[in-house]
């Protein structure tokens, strides 16, 4: 009896062992397995907010536009498109190979049913603004219209028309964000709350959904139903929240992953030296600033704003508290947008040391002196290198006369005082594109936006950005006016622009098409494993 | 004994609301929301989301809503997961927590009591100083150090195990969590079982029962064990509740899909419902432990009785 116990035992044990050489590879099935620094928060496109959920869904589904390897525009469910003279209609001619993965069409239909759902009050949508430049949209968010008067309507199975407020040259590109893929109305309609969960997900992208186990793993199977599925390398694509950056690297070593998508910035100089070009770190369409509140004594006079952020040394805060994952920052708009010609602050080829001396007459001028500091009081969210940041920018201020105070609060504490404007002197903050387009970083600064946190107020720049939104059908003319009013935004300080973001990837140099982009976007469906 | 059992369990409803009352209360006075972030959201679609989950109801409104539905044992969906209700992810999250909680807690009990037995009976001499060097470092040797550690000699150096994942369930995935979890009871348990053993030895009946010429093994097994556990048995209360409700220092490490880090990223995100469940969850494990363990101090002590 016991011997056949101890027996069955080891039996048992070694098939445990052999089934859990992780998610090995069965039967020759081509596998990538794909960390992540974070969990996807849904895989509704209509409920997501993070970049983590983005790549899961630029596999699951696919939306009229797609980015290709290099984050350009390309087809995606619609196979072209025409644009009315004005800038305002745009017409859309589905792909007749477009199916779900339950082999039903995607129609014209569906777009304007996944239009109506994620503009729905209901739907609690966060990126329903995504769509807020078609005609009507908005109003129906904000409970003004009615769905039926949103600009969208299906010509016929697959063509489709949207009409849009004003033309929006950025439009285009708004559509390869998540938040714009069509969603299966037919499976809503039959499931309801459970057309999302794995198994029974339809989706129209180059893979389904498989599996989803919270903070484990998310498996995704390819599509045999996606029109390009012969171009489509791997069966399984495995999503793998690993949030301890350092454990990702190990698990990367020891072969468990394939790329991740954050590195331990601290530890990079390292990391290169022993991954070599395993490593991609580049431009990323991201500014990190302070929000300085600029209708609060003394934050209010220009001259002022202008002293603190020239004498903050950014090459030094990149290099040494970023160890150069970040790039030391100018202007809001980050370098890497076609066309575009970023403002950068007109001391931004002074040296550090002139740079410091014009802000201490500056701040003498003003009457602060170290007898007579400054007190400033800058605020952060949760992070060590937040906090060596805030800590620099202190060291670096003090010889000036200005007395830097830090406070520290946890994520949801810090964006909710923004929020409610409370009283604060600076704040860190920060904006990733959406998509690519100068408009996405200017947008923050505007009177009305909520996410003006330093409740900049200017007539000028507003003018600046009206005339740039009029030339919507004038591109090159667009992108100059858009770079004029960022001048007024920098020389105002309105913002102190401090680094831009870098991607920094792990990816193994046996995967092939994982381009580095400024949008750090990587579709599986191109990607490859030798 | 059944009585007692009964009454206990009566008792730990009172205790129960209490703890669900100053929790929702509490968890609403953190600055912040769930829809707070670095995007922010305008008013609008703010009004949007708070109407779906009910969050714009009056705040005594919310609890009336929220205990009627705990009673049905609804836990509400999840705000940062909204793909997922709370029952859902703890369905998910919970037996795996719980398995890798007890398989460290029995280790943690046999391999500490062999120890701190063997540490009792070599009193002052070098067995009883290896182990007391041991558990000294087990104890004081924190978890996020031993978890990297054990990465990088069993996963990385001699290649034995898998650095994290949870691998569906694989029994390789699990030795390096679980060892991790062991380790700091282990020792407690060598040292609170040394302590209890030494004394035990030194008793009356145990000088009574070498006088009567009973055996060393019986001496030690069958008389100074008994007297000696008991400490042990109020150490595995406390300590079973902890443990099988996950730990987020070692999910988060090895990558494990436990309830342990719900505990701080509910909180953190302000997933009410999720922070919500967790407190539930491990007030019920804490009572039910507690209890049993009221319950074997009767079955080891007969000095103990509850009628």
């Known amino acids: ?530 | 004994m059944l009585r007692y059992v009964f009454r206990r369990l009566l008792t730990a409803i009172p205790t129960l609301f209490v703890i669900v009352t100053m929790a929702f209360f509490l968890m609403r006075v953190a600055p912040g929301g769930p829809f707070n972030q670095e995007r922010g959201l305008s008013p609008e679609i703010r009004a949007n989301l708070e109407a779906q989950f009910g969050l714009n109801d009056p705040l005594w409104l919310q609890y009336v809503h929220y205990l009627g539905n705990l009673l049905r044992g609804n836990f509400g969906p999840s705000y940062n997961m909204p793909d997922f209700t709370v029952t859902e992810l703890f369905a998910k999250g919970l037996p795996i927590s719980v398995q890798l909680g007890a398989s460290a807690l029995i280790l943690a009990l046999l391999l500490g009591s062999v120890l701190g037995t063997i540490a009792a009976l070599n009193q002052n001499k070098l067995g009883d100083y290896t182990v007391i060097a041991l558990a000294t470092a087990g104890s004081t040797i924190p978890t996020f150090v031993i978890a990297p550690v054990i990465q990088l000699l069993f996963g990385l150096t001699w290649k034995l195990l898998p650095i994290g994942g949870w691998g569906d369930g694989a029994f390789i995935n699990k030795v390096g969590p679980v060892l991790t979890l062991a380790l700091p009871q282990i020792a407690i348990v060598a040292r609170l079982m040394r302590g209890s053993m030494i004394e035990s030895l030194r008793s009356h009946h145990i000088r009574t029962a070498r006088a009567l010429g009973l055996s060393d093994w019986s001496v030690v097994v069958k008389h100074a064990l008994r007297g000696a556990i008991l400490p042990i048995v109020s150490f595995t209360g406390p300590a079973a509740a902890a443990l099988l409700t996950g730990s987020v220092i070692v999910e988060t490490i090895f990558s494990i899909p436990g309830v342990g880090r719900y505990f701080v990223d509910a909180a953190l995100n302000r997933d009410y419902t999720l922070v919500m469940g967790t407190v539930v969850v491990i007030a019920i494990f804490t009572i039910v432990f507690n209890l049993i363990v009221d319950v074997m101090y009767a079955v080891v002590d007969p000095r103990v009785r509850y009628d």
């Not at chain 1, 974070?38 to 907010?49: G, I, L, R």
């Not at chain 1, 990837?505 to 750090?520: A, P, R, T, W, Y």
């Open chain 1, 1 to 530: 009896m016991l011997k056949n116990m101890l027996k069955a035992t080891v039996f048992a044990t070694t098939m445990a062992v052999a089934a859990g050489a992780f998610y090995s590879p069965a039967f020759a099935e081509s596998v990538y397995n794909r960390g992540t620094a974070a969990e996807s928060e849904s895989v509704d496109p209509h409920k997501t907010s993070t970049v983590y959920e983005a790549n899961v869904l630029r596999d699951l589904f696919q939306g009229l536009v797609m980015q290709d390897q290099k984050a350009n525009l390309i087809p995606g469910a619609a196979e072209s498109w025409t644009v009315s003279d004005d800038g305002t209609v745009y017409t859309f001619k589905l792909r007749k190979d477009g199916t779900w993965s339950d082999g039903s069409p995607v129609t014209a239909d569906d777009f304007v049913y996944a239009f109506h759902r994620l503009e729905d009050p209901a739907t609690g949508a966060e990126y329903a603004s995504m769509l807020y430049p078609v005609k009507g949209a908005e109003d129906f968010n904000t409970k003004k219209g009615k769905p039926e008067d949103m600009g969208v309507k299906a010509i016929d199975a697959t063509t489709l028309e949207v009409t849009l407020k004003a033309p929006t040259p950025y439009f285009l590109e708004m559509l390869t964000h998540q938040a714009t893929y069509p969603v299966s109305k037919a499976s809503i309609e039959k499931l309801g709350a459970d057309w999302i969960k794995p198994g029974k997900l339809v989706s129209n992208g180059a893979y389904t959904l498989a599996e989803w186990v919270p903070n484990d793993h998310m498996k995704l199977v390819k599509n045999p139903k996606f029109w390009d599925a012969a171009t489509v390398k791997f069966d399984v694509v495995n999503y793998i929240p690993t949030e301890d950056r350092s454990s990702a690297m190990k698990r990367f070593e020891a072969g468990e992953l394939d790329s991740y998508d954050d590195l331990p910035t601290e530890q990079l100089a390292d990391l290169k030296t022993k991954f070599g070009d395993q490593i991609h770190v580049g431009p990323y369409l991201g500014t990190y600033y302070y929000a300085i509140k600029t209708d609060k004594a003394p934050w209010n006079n220009p001259e002022l704003r202008t002293a603190i952020s020239m004498a903050i040394d950014r090459d030094f805060i990149a290099e040494k508290v970023w160890q150069n994952s970040m790039l030391p920052g100018y202007s809001m708009v980050p370098p890497g947008i076609e066309g575009y010609t970023p403002a950068m602050a007109k001391y931004a080829e002074m040296p550090q040391i002139d740079r410091e001396d014009a802000a201490k007459k500056i701040l003498e001028k003003l009457g602060y002196t170290p007898e007579h500091p400054l007190k400033m009081e800058i605020r952060y969210n949760t992070s060590e290198n937040h906090k060596n940041t805030a800590v620099a920018i202190q060291e670096q201020l003090k010889p000036l006369g200005v007395d830097v105070t830090l406070l520290n609060t946890d994520t949801k504490t810090h964006y909710s005082f923004l929020e409610q404007k409370g009283d604060y002197d600076v704040a860190r903050a920060a904006w990733i594109a959406d998509y690519k387009d100068p408009e996405t970083f200017l947008g923050i600064s505007r009177k009305a936006s909520g996410n003006n946190y330093s409740n900049y107020n200017s007539p000028a720049y507003e003018a600046a950005m009206d005339k740039a939104a009029a030339a919507g059908g004038k591109p090159e003319e667009r992108m100059k006016e858009l770079s004029e009013a960022e001048r007024i935004l920098v020389d105002d300080v309105g913002q102190i622009p401090l680094l831009y973001y870098s991607y920094h990837d792990i990816v193994s140099s046996k995967l092939h098409g994982f381009v580095d982009n400024v949008m750090d976007v990587h579709p599986s469906r191109f990607v490859s494993k030798d």
